[in-house]
């Protein structure tokens, strides 16, 4: 999902920074474009080690469902 919106705000920038011709559209550029694909990247950074995380522990919450309790009260 991240990926997506990277690559499409990456363009959008790369799109308005090739008909920038003065330094109104530079400042556009530095002060809301790049900060814009900066906080994108760090979601999607984010999000990716979320993911590995999210895996992580549902392997665990299958190996744990996988035990029997040995008093027998709990098992699946």
């Known amino acids: ?3 997506e919106v ?3 705000t990456a363009l959008c ?3 308005f920074r090739e008909g920038v ?3 109104f559209g530079a400042s556009i550029v530095e002060d809301v474009l790049d900060p814009i694909i900066k906080e994108v990247d760090s979601l999607r950074v ?3 080690e979320f ?5 992580s522990v549902d392997g665990i919450l299958a ?3 996988t035990h029997e309790f040995k ?3 709990c098992v699946r």
């Open 6 to 8: 990277f690559g499409m």
């Open 13 to 15: 920038a790369e799109n």
């Open 21 to 23: 011709r003065d330094s």
């Open 71 to 73: 008093d027998s009260r």
């Open 46 to 48: 984010f999000n990716a």
């Open 1 to 3: 999902m991240f990926d």
């Open 63 to 65: 190996d744990v469902r």
């Open 51 to 55: 993911q590995r995380q999210s895996l």
